[in-house]
């Protein structure tokens, strides 16, 4: 038996835990301001190697948090951001540009229909709302605690 077997089945071992304290379609991330107060946001995310991968604008407020603050908290939610469980603490990252790609094809695998029909009509709202986006997106890595 190789070395690398037993390493696969850790990760995924990992993974598989994630997937059950995480399950659903929606992951309420929290960030938070200077003064401390938290500030949640639902997300569409994907589980890998141990991690939560979320793909955001990178001009976004939850990213300038991070930025300064990693510390963040996350919980499955509902669409809109009603939290199904207690929050659970981890660590934020921004990963390079090189990964964008691969977790936007995660992204796509997961959301297939709700991609096509359910993010135009957000962007159409967002906009209307005055909301531009930068156009640029960024891969934020959260691990739970």
Known sequence: MSEAQPQATASQAGAE????RFPGRYLSLTSFRRDGSGVATPVWFVIEDGRLLVSTDADSFK??????NPAVEVAPCSAGGRPKAEPVRGRAELLPSEALAHVDELLARKYR????????VYRLVQRLRGKRSSGTETVLAITPA
């Open 17 to 20: 835990g994630l997937e059950a």
């Open 63 to 68: 990213v300038r948090r991070i930025r300064r």
């Open 113 to 120: 229909v709700a991609r096509i029909v359910v993010l135009p």
